[in-house]
Nanobody
Framework: QVQLVESGGGLVQAGGSLRLSCAAS????????MGWYRQAPGKQRELVAT???????NYADSVKGRFTISRDNAKNTVYLQMNELKPEDTAVYYC????????????WGQGTQVTVTS
């Protein structure tokens, strides 16, 4: 069972920056896609950014130009650099990955809180 552990959340003022990290362990096969989703109170979980093993990235329109996703395949780690943070970025951020082992398997981290004050 793949385990994802996030770190780097916290409290920051609008305009500030945070960097999230997520390390995957108990890997028995290559990780396909890694990424970040977020869920604000009273809202559905939404995509923030994903990155494929080869480096192809995908971003939500709301974060393009402000957030950057990257990964270190050797360390099975994904990062999210968040700049120019806005109060509407406040949410619990969840790390995600999928692995192909007898089909596509999806895994989630426990979530890390990001709070942006105005």
């Amino acid at each position: 069972q793949v385990q994802l552990v996030e770190s780097g959340g916290g409290l920051v003022q609008a305009g500030g920056s945070l960097r999230l990290s997520c390390a995957a362990s108990r890997i028995t096969s290559s990780i396909n896609v890694m990424g970040w989703y977020r869920q604000a109170p009273g809202k559905q979980r939404e995509l923030v950014a994903t990155i494929a093993r080869g480096g192809t990235t995908n971003y939500a329109d709301s974060v393009k130009g402000r957030f950057t996703i990257s990964r270190d395949n050797a360390k099975n780690t994904v990062y999210l650099q968040m700049n120019e943070l806005k109060p509407e970025d406040t949410a619990v951020y969840y790390c995600y990955c999928n692995v192909v082992v007898f089909g596509l398997n999806h895994y989630w981290g426990q979530g890390t809180q990001v709070t942006v004050t105005s």
